[in-house]
């Protein structure tokens, strides 16, 4: 069953064909990838941190950066106490670190200020809504950002969208094309029941990683060919070049 509550305010062209994918898509993303139950990753402020280190770069370089910056200051309020520039000698490795040196201290005052300690943990006793509206105050802190330490560290109802996401969506159908990825996420969470949310997110992730490649998508070994707006398309251009 999907989840209607948001549909009236977001003027989405086609929105109920677009919902009834979520259905048939989610039934056949488990029957290949299963359901993975929810798990926690890392702590709040973790989390947060880790997120703005991978802004702009890869997993592996924004883990580096971030594994690095945990062993250099075993804790937030030593990253916080530190020399701005050794924190953005400890980054290098996630990419444009005298951009997020500086960000990743000024939210760690900003947090200690406000809560009087480096601790978010307290954002699980709100609602979802209050949540995302306390983070996406802090410069770098976007709906992606605030979605994935919702659903990651808390086990709040958020859907992150993240660029496979924003692509694979767009292909499948259930966003429009040229959406912006911040657009998307209050579509997603509407096409999706809550509960979804997490397997839902990472079944969507790995299909593009595995198949639904950027530049050149594996349709021929996509389970998802009977659903998907991109591969429809593709079969009638095919179809009126045989004529």
Known sequence: MTNMTETPDLD????ARRAAKYAPVSAALRAVYGYPGWRPWLA???????CILSQSTNDRNSSRAFDALKERFPTWEEAL?????????TIKPAGLSNQKGPRIQAVLHRI???RGELNIDFLGDLTADEAKAWLVRFDGVGPKTAA???CFALNMPAFPVDTHIHRVGQRIGFLPEGISADKAHPVMEAIVPPDDYYAFHLNLIRLGREIC???KP?????MLNAECDYFQGLTRESGADGD
């Open 12 to 15: 989405i062209p086609d929105f």
């Open 44 to 50: 709040p402020l973790d989390e947060l941190i880790a």
């Open 81 to 89: 106490a530190a020399p701005v520039e050794e924190i953005i000698e």
């Open 112 to 114: 200690r200020e406000e």
């Open 148 to 150: 994935i330490v919702l």
């Open 213 to 215: 490649h950027a530049r």
């Open 218 to 222: 594996d349709c021929p070994h996509c």
